[in-house]
């Protein structure tokens, strides 16, 4: 279900510089990066936007019209009325830090960590900033489109174990 | 000089016999890691029934195995676990790489799955296939044991030979455009 338009009202009046658009019944806003706490604290107790569904990110490297490297999507619902709400923010090299949701939502730990593992973007005041996913001594991110698809030979790097060794 | 024989009496070789007891009573370790392990449960069930072929009795461990079954990709963070397991399985112990995943890496020619188990550790048979069936696996099971009876001694030194040492395959990796090969920067 969209979200009611007073939500985006009082978002727009609040921040400046947040969009909003609708397609086939789904909100979404983009807001900056410096507001996003304060976004998602205001959607969390003004609106009940109780439930965080994901955190993820997409990357806008070599895409069509884009203006922005990374694009980081929170998908929030309200499950009293079942809105839902896209909250998006663009980040650029070599800012890529922004505050972490995790305060507000509980779920928002594992969710961050993961887009750090892919994507290398920072949580500032996020309790346990590790990877989640892939191994720690793993260097790069993978989901960024600047990684090769077949790695820089992290699949390669081990011991080889024959007969005799074992 | 010929030995009168009574009926029923076999003779045989001590080594062959060695063999013979070791191919009959294979201990699979299950290291289903994909969905080739769905095929490799139905192996062990009743419908194929590998107990047929003296090899059902899958057990956990790796101290009480000696076939390792890997069924399924083994993605790079998996496989120091898989290489520990398999070190910890006493001789004489066997390796089937079941599946295209397993044996090649199959379709995920990604960052992170292995490009087959072959290039870190032994093994001794492929199954082809995306999965391959059950009566494949049985088949490969069943050349195991041939394999296994032409090659077996008593004592077991075959085990620690200079052929069985020899990597199967060549290490090769074929080239990423753009990147220098792993194999060549060491
Ligand atoms: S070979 Fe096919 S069935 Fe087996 S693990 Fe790979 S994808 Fe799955």
């Not at chain 1, 980081?72 to 009325?81: D, G, H, R």
């Not at chain 2, 013979?20 to 009743?46: D, Q």
């Not at chain 2, 995920?108 to 087959?116: A, I, K, L, M, S």
């Given at each position: 279900?969209?979200?009611?338009?007073?939500?985006?009202?009082?978002?727009?009046?609040?921040?400046?510089?947040?969009?909003?658009?609708?397609?086939?019944?789904?909100?979404?806003?983009?807001?900056?990066?410096?507001?996003?706490?304060?976004?998602?604290?205001?959607?969390?107790?003004?609106?009940?936007?109780?439930?965080?569904?994901?955190?993820?990110?997409v990357?806008y490297?070599?895409?069509?019209?884009?203006?922005?490297?990374f694009g980081l999507v929170?998908?929030?619902?309200?499950?009293?009325?079942?809105?839902?709400?896209?909250?998006r923010?663009m980040?650029?090299?070599?800012?890529?830090?922004?505050?972490?949701?995790?305060?507000?939502?509980?779920?928002?730990?594992?969710?961050?960590?993961?887009?750090?593992?892919?994507?290398?973007?920072?949580?500032?005041?996020?309790?346990?900033?590790?990877?989640?996913?892939?191994?720690?001594?793993?260097?790069?991110?993978?989901?960024?489109?600047?990684?090769?698809?077949?790695?820089?030979?992290?699949?390669?790097?081990?011991?080889?174990?024959?007969?005799?060794?074992? | 000089?010929?030995?009168?024989?009574?009926?029923?009496?076999?003779?045989?070789?001590?080594?062959?016999?060695?063999?013979?007891?070791?191919?009959?009573?294979?201990?699979?370790?299950?290291?289903?890691?994909?969905?080739?392990?769905?095929?490799?449960?139905?192996?062990?069930?009743?419908?194929?029934?590998?107990?047929?072929?003296?090899?059902?009795?899958?057990?956990?461990?790796?101290?009480?195995?000696?076939?390792?079954?890997?069924?399924?990709?083994?993605?790079?963070?998996?496989?120091?676990?898989?290489?520990?397991?398999?070190?910890?399985?006493?001789?004489?112990?066997?390796?089937?790489?079941?599946?295209?995943?397993?044996?090649?890496?199959?379709?995920?020619?990604?960052?992170?799955?292995?490009?087959?188990?072959?290039?870190?550790?032994?093994?001794?048979?492929?199954?082809?296939?995306?999965?391959?069936?059950?009566?494949?696996?049985?088949?490969?099971?069943?050349?195991?044991?041939?394999?296994?009876?032409?090659?077996?001694?008593?004592?077991?030194?075959?085990?620690?030979?200079?052929?069985?040492?020899?990597?199967?395959?060549?290490?090769?990796?074929?080239?990423?455009?753009?990147?220098?090969?792993?194999?060549?920067?060491?």
């Amino acid at each position: 279900m969209p979200t009611r338009t007073e939500v985006l009202e009082t978002l727009q009046d609040e921040f400046t510089g947040v969009t909003a658009s609708e397609f086939r019944g789904q909100t979404r806003v983009v807001v900056k990066a410096a507001d996003l706490f304060a976004v998602l604290e205001s959607l969390k107790n003004d609106f009940a936007f109780d439930l965080l569904v994901d955190i993820t990110c997409v990357d806008y490297l070599q895409y069509r019209d884009a203006t922005d490297r990374f694009g980081l999507v929170y998908l929030l619902a309200n499950t009293q009325t079942a809105e839902r709400i896209t909250v998006r923010v663009m980040l650029n090299e070599p800012e890529l830090t922004v505050a972490s949701a995790a305060p507000l939502w509980e779920g928002a730990n594992w969710l961050e960590r993961e887009v750090f593992d892919m994507f290398g973007i920072r949580f500032d005041g996020h309790p346990d900033l590790r990877r989640i996913l892939l191994p720690e001594e793993f260097t790069a991110h993978p989901l960024r489109k600047d990684y090769p698809l077949q790695g820089r030979g992290e699949r390669h790097n081990f011991s080889v174990i024959t007969r005799g060794e074992a | 000089m010929a030995i009168e024989l009574p009926e029923n009496v076999v003779v045989s070789k001590l080594d062959e016999l060695a063999s013979w007891c070791r191919k009959n009573s294979l201990w699979p370790m299950p290291f289903a890691t994909a969905c080739c392990g769905i095929e490799l449960m139905a192996t062990g069930a009743s419908r194929h029934d590998l107990a047929r072929f003296g090899a059902e009795v899958f057990r956990f461990s790796p101290r009480q195995c000696d076939l390792m079954i890997v069924a399924g990709r083994v993605v790079m963070k998996m496989l120091p676990v898989l290489q520990r397991i398999w070190q910890q399985m006493h001789e004489p112990k066997w390796c089937i790489s079941m599946g295209a995943c397993a044996s090649t890496g199959g379709v995920f020619d990604t960052y992170c799955v292995v490009q087959g188990i072959d290039r870190f550790i032994p093994v001794d048979m492929y199954v082809p296939g995306c999965p391959p069936r059950p009566e494949q696996l049985i088949q490969s099971i069943i050349d195991l044991q041939d394999k296994i009876q032409r090659e077996g001694t008593i004592t077991g030194d075959e085990f620690n030979t200079p052929q069985r040492q020899q990597r199967k395959r060549a290490l090769l990796e074929l080239p990423i455009l753009g990147q220098t090969p792993y194999f060549s920067k060491t």
